[in-house]
């Protein structure tokens, strides 16, 4: 199973402590609500656990994957997909960034093929495949930056704000697709301020609270959704929980 696992985490920034933390174990089939105030350090701990930053003191290690290239001096980079609110996409049309990776996957290309057309369905982007990824606005990228991942199905994936720039329409779209991931067993993390459909899928919880991190197994699960599941017909149904 593949995990990213932390030990002795403590950052900093020049005398101001952000967060410690003695160790967090962020894993497959594991879906994990990150919650703090704005400013607490949400998106600086995903970066960390993405290999993007590195912590002031600690260790951050993964699990469960293939040696990573004798030339690469981060052999954590690229195992947790990271998603920032305002994802990053390649020059190029919507559909080059669908396809973009299939040159680097070591998945069956058929198959590749096969998501990218079932993921252009569920993120209703057919409309859009000409279209320069530039030229979209902040809701339609974010479920390009989803779908893309949707297709790679990563093992691991961490979400920050992911319906921040999103019509109610577009939310249900995403909450389909993340659903789906996790009946698929990927790993992910949620960082959201604000309880939603998407952190109604969580299991497990950690908060940020007096620059300590604090986790619990198991979250409270809110009741009444504001939004319906979007089901489409022509998928196989997705039921959110």
Request: aromatic share 6%; net charge neutral.
């Amino acid at each position: 199973m593949a995990k990213i696992i932390a030990h002795d985490l403590e950052m900093r920034f020049g005398d101001k402590t952000l967060f410690t933390t003695q160790e967090l174990i962020f894993q497959e089939q594991q879906v994990i609500h990150l919650q703090g105030d704005n400013g607490c350090g949400k998106t600086t701990l995903m970066k960390l656990l993405a290999g993007l930053i590195k912590p002031s003191q600690g260790q951050v290690q993964a699990i469960g994957y293939s040696l990573a290239p004798w030339w690469r001096s981060n052999n954590i980079v690229g195992k947790a997909i990271y998603l920032h609110q305002h994802p990053y996409l390649f020059e190029g049309s919507v559909l080059y960034n669908l396809t973009y990776s299939f040159a680097f996957s070591d998945r069956d290309q058929h198959q590749l093929a096969a998501r990218t057309e079932q993921a252009i369905e569920m993120a209703e982007l057919g409309h859009l495949l000409p279209q320069l990824a530039s030229s979209l606005s902040g809701g339609e990228r974010q479920r390009l930056a989803i779908a893309r991942a949707w297709i790679i199905q990563p093992k691991l994936l961490m979400l920050d704000e992911p319906t921040s720039n999103m019509d109610k329409h577009s939310q249900r779209l995403v909450l389909q697709m993340v659903t789906d991931l996790k009946q698929q067993g990927t790993g992910i993390l949620i960082s959201s301020h604000q309880s939603c459909l998407l952190t109604q899928l969580c299991d497990h919880a950690w908060l940020i609270n007096n620059h300590k991190i604090s986790t619990t197994d198991t979250i409270q699960q809110v009741t009444t959704p504001t939004l319906a599941v979007h089901i489409n017909p022509n998928m196989p149904a997705t039921n959110a929980q």
